[in-house]
């Protein structure tokens, strides 16, 4: 019993920690000008080859129990898929990736079908 409660927390652990920290130590891209506007552009495909490959595979096809990415677009929309990048779901906790980076990576990922 012992072994199969260490075997669960340790796997558990290796789970959180490939799916977790969406923070880079590369420098973010400086605003453009634009008309008076700042924007900055995020890469959304690197962000998800940061955060995501882990756990849903490097061609985003699905990995054991976490579904393939490599045509979301078909079965959820662009909201939905921001949903579940803010609020998790299933094994996938929440916030892994925020702000104008979650946005991106929902669009990204939408057109993916």
């Known amino acids: 019993m012992k072994k199969q409660l260490m075997a669960m927390l340790f796997g558990a652990t290796?789970?959180?920690g490939a799916?977790?920290?969406g923070e880079t130590t590369e420098p973010e891209e400086a605003p453009a000008?634009?008309?008076g506007e700042e924007t900055a552009e995020v890469d959304a495909e690197q962000v998800v080859q940061?955060?995501?490959i882990s756990c849903h595979g490097e061609n985003l096809e699905g990995a054991g129990n976490f579904p393939a990415l490599d045509d979301v677009g078909s079965r959820l929309s662009q909201e939905?898929?921001?949903s579940v990048?803010?609020?998790g779901q299933g094994a996938m906790p929440p916030n892994i990736i925020?702000?104008?980076e979650a946005t991106a990576?929902?669009?990204y990922l939408a057109n993916m079908k």
């Open 14 to 16: 290796l789970i959180l």
């Open 19 to 21: 799916c977790g920290g």
């Open 105 to 107: 990576v929902a669009e």
């Open 85 to 87: 990048i803010e609020n």
């Open 80 to 82: 939905e898929i921001l």
């Open 50 to 52: 940061q955060n995501c």
């Open 98 to 100: 925020e702000g104008d």
């Open 33 to 35: 000008e634009n008309g």
